[in-house]
């Protein structure tokens, strides 16, 4: 059973599933925010998690337009970062920067959790993390580590790259929100 998921899931097939799996996590987000700002504008919980929560959204896009640009430049870098790690699959392959893009991905699953926790029920995006990106995220850890392109003292070293990471991400809202008025 675990060789026909090996050959199905092949080290370089996991890796450009990334862009991919992105971008269906992604579209859920773009097609759903609209119509939850507009649901929560005047009504959000009395819970100060929701009022933060909405008011990070609110300066992150809560249009689509806004978040489809964000998307875009997400998207451009996860592209990069795959092709780089795919292009040097052959020789051994670098996988930190891969690693620290896989983290951000995985992390920012919970975050979709904790906010329909707080807002008690759906919120754009929770159910692609609970059905593509959390499982996707710990395929990909399981297959590197089982292939030694990773090991714990790289996923640690990753972790200060991955927080890099997050500002260069959020670029893309503040040129959504500059493009998209």
Known sequence: MFEGLHKLFDIETVIWLFPVFFMFHDLEEIITIESFMTKY?????????????????????????????????????????TFMTAHSLPSGGNFLLFTATINVFFLQA??????????????????????????????????????????WHLIVASIPISI????????????GRHFIR
Do not use: C
């Open 110 to 151: 919970f975050s979709h959790i904790g906010q329909s926790i707080i807002f008690r029920g759906y919120t754009p995006g929770v159910i692609t993390a609970l059905v593509i990106v959390i499982p996707y995220s710990l395929l990909t850890y399981y297959r590197l580590l089982e292939m030694d392109f990773i090991n």
């Open 41 to 81: 504008k005047n009504k959000a919980p009395k819970v100060s998690l929701a009022k933060l929560a909405l008011k990070i959204k609110k300066k992150l896009g809560e249009e689509s337009a806004q978040v489809s640009v964000a998307v875009a430049w997400i998207l451009l870098i996860i592209s990069i970062v």
């Open 164 to 175: 890099l990471m997050v500002p260069i991400f959020l670029v893309g809202n503040l040129l």
